[in-house]
């Protein structure tokens, strides 16, 4: 194996803290809707490019001008749909959701099997 393929050499392996101790840690999370969903915003500009579409399937309007028009509907929609959704959030009740989780490190403290382990290691060496 080359040095370049070998990963690097670390110094401190391992956990940082003494073993035995037991560290809890609680973190909020607060889970908040951006808006409304995009299958309804292109839905939406569907229902408004139909003339357009139906236009361009009898042959009397052009490919580029059908696009084009797809895509305004489509901003126009993505507007408006996010206004009502903001109008309509601004009056229900404020609702956010925490979450709370406790995690604990892992050490002899919290091991099942601590009682067969032995406290301090033996003198002569042997494990």
């Known amino acids: 194996m080359s040095?370049?393929?070998?990963?690097?050499?670390t110094k401190g392996k391992g956990r940082k803290g003494k073993k035995g101790t037991v560290t809890t840690e609680t973190s909020t999370v607060v889970e908040?809707?951006?808006?409304?969903?995009?299958?309804i915003v292109v839905?939406?500009?569907?229902v408004l490019s139909i003339p357009t579409l139906l236009q361009f399937?009898?042959?009397?309007?052009?490919?580029?001008?059908?696009v084009i028009r797809f895509?305004?509907?489509?901003?126009?929609?993505?507007?408006?749909?996010?206004?009502?959704?903001?109008?309509?959030?601004?009056?229900?009740?404020?609702?956010t959701t925490t979450k709370t989780t406790t995690m604990e490190q892992p050490g002899y403290l919290n091991d099942p099997n601590a009682q067969y382990r032995l406290s301090t290691p033996p003198e002569d060496g042997t494990r």
Do not use: C, N, Q
Request: charged fraction near 15%; charge should be positive.
């Open 3 to 9: 040095r370049k393929s070998r990963p690097p050499k």
């Open 32 to 39: 908040e809707a951006y808006g409304p969903p995009f299958g």
């Open 43 to 46: 839905l939406v500009a569907i």
């Open 57 to 66: 399937v009898d042959g009397t309007m052009a490919f580029d001008s059908t």
């Open 71 to 95: 895509l305004a509907a489509l901003a126009v929609s993505w507007i408006l749909i996010h206004l009502v959704y903001t109008v309509a959030s601004s009056f229900s009740k404020e609702t």
